[in-house]
């Protein structure tokens, strides 16, 4: 049993005869976490980018990098919880030791919903990037069920336990922050256009204040990745060191790299009328579900086509590798949730023959292909939206209350710049990223009618879930009740 | 050649025994040398690797595996007390169990590592598997396979 979870009546208790403690081998450095980071929170822009600029229109380079600063809080948040609390249950951990269950089982859900939406965009995405080569697959219904078979086969691979190699996917990580870069740099020389990026916004009509509001909830999607860091916090050597560092490099890659695409992208297919009224961005119009594609098409001729090539076989990989980032993130928070008695066991347990939580895996699965079904990324980016900032949210919160309530917990990470209330010291960065994200969040359920009625839904049944579950472990515990059980 | 300190990773297959059999008479070879010189004293440790998915954390507790590790690790203990050796035994949780042998080496600067390997067929040609390569190409110590 872990040492911090004493054992309640009922428990069975197994305790290893000359194990004190489990001997972690700690492998992960800060290229390691990286490039694990980089690779959820960089595939964002191959969909962000799209359903970003189709609200924010002119406005989506400032944008994203409003969201950008409020990305820089959150992560340092998510840097000083998984030093302080290296645990895979990221914002739900913080979440647990700062406030209760509760509390915390809010935070894990929401994120649980990103980690299924996060299957679901990365999968339907590859396989609109998969459309540059077959055209077909780029239309609906055969991304949505090529994205299904994605997911599928990832499912098998985890439930058989085909070994992924941590060597392959640093490289590709880094041959994909080497060609956004090559892409951003060309875009910078070739493609960027100033005159037109400001002829672009038209205040309060293109975008409007809705549209804007709107466009700022959903850039938050281009930046989700990040709890990815603090689940790999049991892994990492020296975490107090390499977390910051990697959580540090992973926003000056992201906010530069995004703030480039962005101009570039509005550059290249400025805002302009339709015959109907409506103001329209050629991006969305030809490339809502590749945009990045779309800023290749702009290139000169002569590298167009190799260039074209190389970002979309990018991209297919690159987002395949985060629908398994997705599903890997969904099969520890379970693993995470059924540890704190969050989740019935049925749903978390590690099943004995493949030796991964293969129920929760199997059910997310299924839900994340639901959620293709679909085939509007509108709708997953909203779900995504609202989950993400919800947990992020929380996160601050966490952060903040465990500030006042644990002033002593070592912390081989401490946000800096904190203000003193009462003899605590209160980071600002997490007041401001909690209320951004807070505020964000009404945002979301204001502007987004469908996202939502699902985000709702999915807290409400994750809700009842745990409150049958926990009244029904009550009753196990109670004195009253023989379990005929052994220690 | 001097083993004074041997690492044994066992896996819970019937060569477990004979190779810490092997292990401690290695070992006792190099303790009689202890009589004469002003040397270090011979260690053996034994240790079972128990690799984690990626799709759990680093740290999750499968009982079932534990369990087995634990059992295996009695097993080769016992043999090595009645070699009259008494060894230290440990538990690692590792993503990949090569990695897990070699660190585990250098951090115990082990003078010698020794394993056990049943002969095993894939498509039809003798296979090492995936670990003991791994260990043989990237240990900082002799390695010595034995095979049953």
Known sequence: ?487 | MEYSKILVPVVGTPVDESVMKLACRLARRDKEREKDKDKEKSKIWAVSVVAIKRALPLDAEIESEIRRAEDVLDRVQSVAEKEGFEIETDVLQARDVGPAIVDEAVERGVTLILMGIVYKRQFGQFSLGDVVPYVLKNSPCPVILYQQ
């Open chain 1, 1 to 487: 049993m872990s040492d911090t979870f004493p054992a309640k009546p009922g428990d069975r208790v197994f305790r290893p005869k000359r194990i004190k403690r489990l001997h972690l081998r700690r492998v992960l450095g800060v290229t390691g976490l990286f490039s694990t980071a980089y690779g959820d929170v960089g595939s964002s822009i191959y969909y962000a980018l799209g359903v970003v600029a189709m609200s924010a229109l002119g406005l989506t380079p400032p944008v994203l990098i409003i969201s950008g600063v409020v990305f820089l809080f959150t992560a340092l948040t998510y840097a000083e919880g998984a030093t302080a609390l290296p645990e895979a249950g990221g914002s739900g951990a913080f979440a647990f030791r700062a406030f209760n269950p509760w509390v915390s089982f809010i935070a894990s859900w929401a994120l649980m919903l990103d980690y299924i939406v996060t299957m679901s965009i990365s999968a339907f995405s590859a396989i609109n990037y998969l459309g540059y080569f077959f055209h077909p697959l780029a239309t609906w219904p055969a991304n949505s069920i090529g994205g299904m078979v994605v997911i599928a086969l990832l499912a098998l691979i985890n439930i058989r336990g085909i070994r992924a190699s941590s060597r392959l996917n640093i490289v590709l990580v880094m041959i994909d922050v080497l060609t956004q870069i090559t892409i951003a740099v060309l875009a910078l020389l070739i493609v960027v256009n100033i005159p037109t990026l400001i002829h672009n916004v038209h205040w309060g009509v293109a975008p409007t204040t809705h549209q804007f509001l709107f466009g700022i909830s959903i850039s938050m999607i281009a930046y989700t990745g990040i709890e990815t860091v603090s689940n790999l916090g049991s892994e990492t050597r020296n975490p107090g060191r390499s977390i910051p560092r990697a959580v540090l490099l992973v926003f000056i890659a992201v906010f530069v790299l995004w703030a480039l695409l962005s101009m570039a992208a509005l550059s290249a297919y400025p805002v302009h009328q339709m015959p109907d009224g409506q103001w329209v961005t050629e991006l969305t119009q030809r490339f809502l579900h590749d945009p990045i594609l779309g800023i290749a098409n702009v290139m000169p001729e002569s590298i167009r086509p190799v260039l074209s090539f190389w970002v979309a076989f990018l991209a297919v990989t690159i987002l395949i590798i985060a629908t398994n980032a997705g599903m890997l993130g969904a099969s520890r928070l379970a693993y995470y949730m059924g540890r704190r008695d969050q989740l019935p066991g049925a749903l978390s347990k590690v099943s004995e023959r493949s030796r991964v939580p293969m129920n929760a895996i199997l059910i997310f699965s299924v839900i994340a292909s639901g959620l293709i079904a679909t085939g509007r990324i509108t709708l997953l980016a909203d779900l995504y939206a609202f989950g993400a900032v919800l947990a992020y949210t929380s996160a601050h919160a966490s952060i903040i209350a465990l500030r006042v309530k644990e002033p002593e917990l070592p912390r081989p990470f401490k946000i800096p710049l904190n203000i003193r209330i009462k003899n605590r010291e209160i980071p600002v960065t997490a007041v401001l990223g909690g209320l951004a994200t807070f505020i964000t969040w009404f945002i979301v359920i204001y502007t987004h009618a469908i996202g939502r009625i699902v985000g709702f839904s999915w807290l409400a049944v994750g809700l009842l879930i745990f409150f049958l579950y926990r009244r029904r472990l009550k009753r196990r515990q109670s004195p009253n009740f023989e379990t005929g059980r052994e220690e």
